[in-house]
């Protein structure tokens, strides 16, 4: 792919706007270092050094998306408690709109604690009680979309299996949004059996893909063009879920592009270390679903996606990258 085209997309894609829809969260990471093990039990004791918080979630998605866009929009569920307030202040200083985020007193928001030593994940702490919308919620959610949709040109579902996407409510407002012609992509779940009927492009890892058929885990081939299990799942979801695309995310073999109206394409992973597997499928929705609204084709958007992705794994915690990242990425590979 030439980098004048990488380019040119770039440029396009940073005056669009896209709305995430999901389940938002906060991620903390605590930063510190061991030195002993505790005499109380066999593990570490880690002695704390600094603490930082980032979107999470789909609200990750959200600032991937921020880096290359002009305007974020983010609809989500939290709580109204002291993690809902910081999440909040997160998403303002990083320019992300959050006027359709929900809020429920009874909700917990969503907070996944890392601890990290010596650059390594020693334990992650969950704190989460997930719900589904009520009523009245989603009532609100649709207004504030049918709002939205004027000023945006496209969204991107982001779900993590915490309750706010339901069949019912995709439905609606899939069929609102494409009414309207707008980008329509998806990061399934594999605890949340959606049907993603009617979407632009449908982003499964392989085994939330071999999950979506009810098919067994079956151990990868070495090359994914000739991994007959897999084009096999890849043929059974564009049959089910009917998308313009299905790119199925491979961690180290790259990305397996699915078209109805063309051959499966494989890329291979940019990566050259990888420290870090978490948010990686998020930057790759979100620079895929960009890449589309600015007028690439499928193949280019995977290999741009794709690029990302490498970026991103190659760095310690929830991350993100910037245009002038993913350029030298492409010059890399190039040169």
Do not use: C
Request: hydrophobic share 45%.
């Amino acid at each position: 792919m030439k980098l004048e085209r990488v380019e040119e997309i770039l440029q396009r894609s940073s005056e669009k706007r896209i709305l995430v829809i999901g389940d938002l969260m906060l991620d903390e990471f605590i930063w510190g270092r061991v030195s002993r093990i505790s005499p109380e039990a066999p593990v570490p004791v880690v002695e704390v050094v600094r603490e930082s918080y980032y979107p999470g979630g789909a609200a990750n998605v959200a600032r991937n998306v921020r880096e290359f866009s002009s305007s974020a929009f983010v609809m989500g569920l939290i709580g109204e408690d002291a993690h809902a307030q910081q999440l909040k202040t997160i998403l303002a200083a990083s320019r992300i709109n959050f006027d359709a985020v929900q809020s429920d007193p009874s909700f917990q928001t969503i907070v996944k604690t890392r601890i990290i030593a010596r650059q390594q994940q020693v334990v992650r702490l969950d704190r989460e009680r997930p719900q589904l919308l009520t009523a009245e919620l989603r009532r609100r959610s649709i207004e504030t979309l049918t709002d939205l949709l004027p000023v945006i040109d496209g969204i991107i579902f982001e779900d993590y299996g915490k309750g706010f996407l339901e069949q019912d409510f995709l439905d609606e407002i899939v069929t609102l949004a494409r009414s309207q012609g707008k980008v329509v992509t998806a990061d399934p779940n594999l605890r949340n059996p959606l049907m993603w009927r009617g979407m632009t492009a449908v982003k499964p890892n392989r085994i939330e893909a071999f999950a979506a058929v009810n098919q067994p885990w079956q151990e990868s081939h070495l090359h994914p063009l000739h991994d007959k299990a897999l084009l096999k799942v890849g043929a059974e979801l564009l049959e089910k879920w009917a998308p313009n695309q299905l790119l199925i995310t491979l961690g180290d073999q790259g990305m397996l592009l699915f078209d109805p109206k063309a051959a499966p394409y494989h890329v291979p992973s940019r990566a050259r270390e990888v420290y870090d597997l978490s948010g990686a499928g998020d930057t790759a929705i979100s620079l895929f679903t960009l890449s589309l609204m600015a007028g690439a084709t499928p193949v280019e958007a995977t290999e741009i996606s794709n690029h990302a992705s490498s970026v991103v794994v190659a760095k310690l915690g929830t991350a993100t990258l910037t245009p002038a990242e993913l350029i030298k990425s492409f010059h890399l590979n190039h040169g």
